[in-house]
């Protein structure tokens, strides 16, 4: 179970939010541009470090300030997909997949089973030896997430992760990814604008304004919206 009490003064209103995700759930973050989603999920990873509060992963700390406790990145065992920065250009697409296995120490013959594996499930294997550079945006997203996903997080977090995908690979990874959260009983946190993805990703929904839960609720009682956009949740 993760557990999130953040409070981070932005730069025009301040985060406060309390997030919990249970074993095999997936919670979808909602809301306007700079609402303050991708703050939340830098400071769980450990890229951010929010002003006072407290995160927990299975009652293990990462974050506590009253205790002085700020767990580096590498040791809090998070599988998470960026919204701007998918894959590693300089790098071959087996080596972006084996990247987190070996900052881990994984022995060498399981992340060679692990990247073949998701090279496979991903349809990337023809371009194994390719530089992620030269990849097309959907390419890059799937070697993304396989990394993400190859190192048997704890914790996934995923931030915008289908904007480059294709009907059918959008369908696809979906459904991997909602397999995977359920097969391995994790917490799963997805950002996205599009209330399509909500309804299809998220046991629930939180909807973030300014810092701030605006709305919570099942996926099934999230309002239809036009457009196909959150924005409306925010006006």
């Not at 306007?32 to 830098?42: I, P, R, Y």
């Not at 080596?95 to 296995?101: D, F, L, V």
């Not at 070996?102 to 023809?126: A, F, G, P, S, T």
């Amino acid at each position: 179970m993760l557990e999130a009490n953040l409070h981070k003064q932005l730069r025009d209103f301040p985060l406060d939010l309390n997030l919990r995700v249970n074993p095999g759930e997936i919670l979808v973050l909602m809301g306007e541009n700079g609402a303050g989603k991708s703050t939340v999920l830098n400071s769980i990873s450990g890229l951010l470090k929010p002003d006072n509060g407290s995160i927990t992963l299975n009652k293990t700390p990462f974050f506590d300030s009253a205790n002085a406790i700020n767990l580096p990145v590498e040791d809090r065992h998070i599988g998470y997909v960026l919204q701007n920065i998918a894959a590693f250009p300089h790098l071959s697409v087996a080596e972006n997949i084996a990247y987190g296995m070996k900052v881990q120490h994984i022995q060498k013959d399981l992340i060679i089973q692990r990247v073949n594996h998701w090279m496979e499930l991903m349809d990337v294997q023809e371009l194994a030896g390719v530089r992620a550079g030269n990849l097309s945006g959907g390419q890059k997203q799937r070697v993304a997430l396989a990394r993400a996903l190859a190192i048997e997080p704890g914790l996934l977090m995923l931030d915008e992760p289908f904007t480059a995908l294709d009907a059918s690979s959008m369908d696809s990874v979906k459904h991997m990814v909602k397999d995977f959260v359920a097969e391995r009983r994790i917490p799963c946190i997805v950002v996205t604008h599009r209330v399509e993805d909500a309804h299809d990703m998220g046991d629930r929904i939180c909807i973030l304004s300014q810092g701030t839960n605006i709305w919570e609720g099942k996926s099934r009682d999230l309002p239809a919206v036009g457009n196909g956009s959150v924005s409306k949740y925010a006006e």
